[in-house]
């Protein structure tokens, strides 16, 4: 009789992908960023486009600091509504 061999059970192949294993690069591409931040792409190539995020490029791939991506986050995500001043009806002054 045959003998079967030992059954493996499969194991997941990593896609070595930094985002996944916490261990964040230096320099982050266009692709890790948008995941990331979990935007499109577009919008990531916009703000590179408008100065709003350094970035460095190398042969047509474009790359920016981990460093700089904090701060364009943390920027983004400000608060940067102000409350709107105008004109309060004289019998509502008080509540102003």
């Not at 045959?2 to 896609?15: A, K």
């Amino acid at each position: 009789m045959r003998q079967r061999p030992e059954e493996r059970t499969p194991q997941r192949v990593s896609d070595s992908n930094p985002l996944d294993t916490g261990m964040l690069p230096r320099w982050l591409s266009v692709n890790q960023i948008r995941q990331m931040q979990r935007c499109r792409r577009e919008t990531v190539k916009a703000a590179m486009d408008r100065g709003e995020l350094p970035f460095e490029q190398r042969g047509n791939i474009r790359y920016a600091r981990l460093s700089d991506v904090i701060r364009w986050e943390e920027r983004r995500l400000a608060s940067e509504v102000e409350p709107v001043r105008g004109i309060v009806h004289p019998n509502l002054e008080e509540f102003a």
